[in-house]
Nanobody
Framework: QVQLVQSGGGLVQTGGSLTLSCAAS????????LGWFRQGPGAEREFVAT????????DYRDSVKGRFTIASDNDKDTAYLQMINLKPENTAVYYC???????????????????WGQGVQVTVSS
């Protein structure tokens, strides 16, 4: 059974940094497309970042470009979302999603992902 297990998150002050982890078990993820999404209080889940390692492609929502970076340790089947210069509006529950697509594409909609992590809370205080 394939699972995604997330870790990281927590409480930081404005301008601080956090790194979220997303570990896959049961299937290698080097050929997958992985996405990070978030859901703030009273809001819908929204796209944050996506990566396809086979194609060497990444993309981010505009508001996090230059501050968030996707990294990975393929030997451990673990992806990371490195976040710097955090702002209060980044407060949300962050989720990683994964799909093994037929084509090496990036995906921007949560419906395109087949498996999700449990989510972790990120709180940025002002």
């Amino acid at each position: 059974q394939v699972q995604l297990v997330q870790s990281g998150g927590g409480l930081v002050q404005t301008g601080g940094s956090l790194t979220l982890s997303c570990a896959a078990s049961g299937r290698r993820f080097a050929s997958a497309t992985l996405g990070w999404f978030r859901q703030g209080p009273g809001a819908e889940r929204e796209f944050v970042a996506t990566v396809n390692w086979v194609a060497g492609l990444t993309d981010y929502r505009d508001s996090v470009k230059g501050r968030f970076t996707i990294a990975s340790d393929n030997d451990k089947d673990t992806a990371y979302l490195q976040m710097i210069n955090l702002k209060p509006e980044n407060t949300a529950v962050y989720y990683c999603g994964i799909v093994w697509p037929e084509y090496t594409d990036l995906y921007y909609h949560e419906s395109e992902y087949s498996l999700w992590g449990q989510g972790v809370q990120v709180t940025v205080s002002s």
